[in-house]
Structure formats: structure tokens, C-alpha cells
């Protein structure tokens, strides 16, 4: 089976441009998590998409964004972008599984954004 | 206060030994804890999940729960300089959001 995809794998932007970040989940996987990793703050949790719904979301400015389709597959958008955008984005699927919690996630190999 | 917290590290240790890395939680919410080894410029990969309290073994990896203690950790038996990377410690409640902490750096020397 398939791991989990993102395209791009590198990308360099400069301030004040958009970019947008796609992930492909695990087939059958219907939950889609991003998060953010810098040197200094480690992995934050950015959102989390269900069923084409967001479920849960981290504290990050309305800069960044996303959505998911209905074949699972996740876009995260940031817009108007500032140097501390620079960083490592993973995405993450998992087969969400209501009880207990449990529920695994298997992350992508992520997309590393400079921003210039 | 982190919700997850772990030791940065570096944890030094040689080659044959058992590693330990520890990590605590705070919130008593957190069911599902899990724990990803991260290659420098790698993303993280799953490694180990456990849900009940006491010890979970796979292979050379044990993972422990405690959750009075409110207490997780992983010990690798047999540490091979491979085994060099940080591991990331997270735990979930229900359909909260899987919280990180900020992952401790093992140094396996030959």
C-alpha cells in the first residue's frame, strides 16, 4: 500500500506570495492532519480534516488554511507569507477510529517552504 | 505548561545498551499515546502506540504506560548506532488533536 504523498517537495517563495501544499493520504485513510516543524518549536499542529470537514485546528493565524476533498486528499494554503513561514509541513493520515482515541497517523515525507 | 514534555537530550548511550526515553503528560484526557523516531531531514515515523497501561514490546522496542503516573516511556534493548535520531513522544483523547512534545535527541556510540 501506498504511503502518504505530498507534492511539492521543496519550495521557495518570497514574502508576500501565496503558496498552496498538497498531501495524498494512505489509501482508505480518511483523516488528514498538517503540522508545522521549525528548529525551535517543533511539530505544531495546524488542522485536521475529516470527511471534507475540519475537525480540529491549532493556533495559527487565518493566514493558513485548508480544505479536503471528497477523495480525502488535503490542500493547506498559507497566504501572504512572512519569513517565519519557513519550515518544514507534514501531513499526516490516519484511519480515525472514534474509540479511545486511538487512532495512528503516518506522515508524509512533507514539503520544506523557504521563504526569501 | 507543555502537554507533552520530554528531555531534549542529547541521550548518550553505547552501542548493546538499553536505551530509556521518558516523556509525561498532562492532560488525563490523553487515551492514545504514540511514539515516531525522526532521522535528521526526515519526517517522523511511527514506531509504537499503546493504550493500556503497563508494557508493550516490539522486537527490540518496549513502550510503558502509566497513566496514574501519568507516565509514558520507551526502552530499546540492543542499541544500535542506527537507533540514532529523536523520538517524538504524542498522546490523543478521543478526537482531540495528537499533541507532541518536543522529542529527545538518542546518541547510540559504537
Known amino acids: 500500500k501506498a504511503g502518504v504523498t505530498q507534492t511539492p517537495r521543496y519550495l521557495i517563495k518570497t514574502r508576500g506570495q501565496q503558496v498552496t501544499l498538497s498531501c495524498s493520504p494512505i489509501s482508505g485513510h480518511r483523516s488528514v492532519s498538517w503540522y508545522q516543524q521549525t528548529p525551535g518549536q517543533g511539530l505544531q499542529f495546524l488542522f485536521e480534516?475529516?470527511?471534507?470537514?475540519?475537525?480540529n485546528k491549532g493556533n495559527f493565524p487565518g493566514r493558513f488554511s485548508g480544505r479536503q476533498f471528497s477523495n480525502s486528499r488535503s490542500e493547506m494554503n498559507v497566504s501572504t507569507l512572512e519569513l517565519g513561514d519557513s519550515a518544514l509541513y507534514l501531513c499526516a493520515s490516519s484511519l480515525p477510529r472514534g474509540d479511545r482515541g486511538g487512532n495512528e497517523q503516518f506522515f508524509g515525507p512533507g514539503t520544506r517552504l523557504t521563504v526569501l | 505548561q507543555k502537554e507533552v514534555e520530554q528531555n531534549s537530550g542529547p541521550l548518550s548511550v553505547p552501542e548493546g545498551a538499553i536505551a530509556s526515553l521518558n516523556c509525561t503528560y498532562s492532560?488525563?484526557?490523553?487515551?492514545?499515546f504514540f511514539w515516531y523516531r525522526q532521522y535528521s531531514g526526515k519526517s517522523p515515523e511511527l514506531i509504537m502506540s499503546i493504550y493500556s497501561n503497563g508494557d508493550k514490546e516490539d522486537g527490540r522496542f518496549t513502550a510503558q504506560l502509566n497513566k496514574a503516573s501519568q507516565y509514558v516511556s520507551l526502552l530499546i534493548r540492543d542499541s544500535q548506532p542506527s537507533d540514532s535520531a529523536t523520538y517524538l513522544c504524542?498522546?490523543?483523547?478521543?478526537?482531540?488533536?495528537?499533541?507532541f512534545g518536543t522529542g529527545t535527541r538518542l546518541l547510540v556510540s559504537p
Open positions: 480534516y475529516f470527511s471534507e470537514t475540519q475537525r
Open positions: 504524542a498522546g490523543k483523547g478521543g478526537f482531540q488533536k495528537l499533541v
Open positions: 492532560d488525563r484526557g490523553s487515551q492514545s
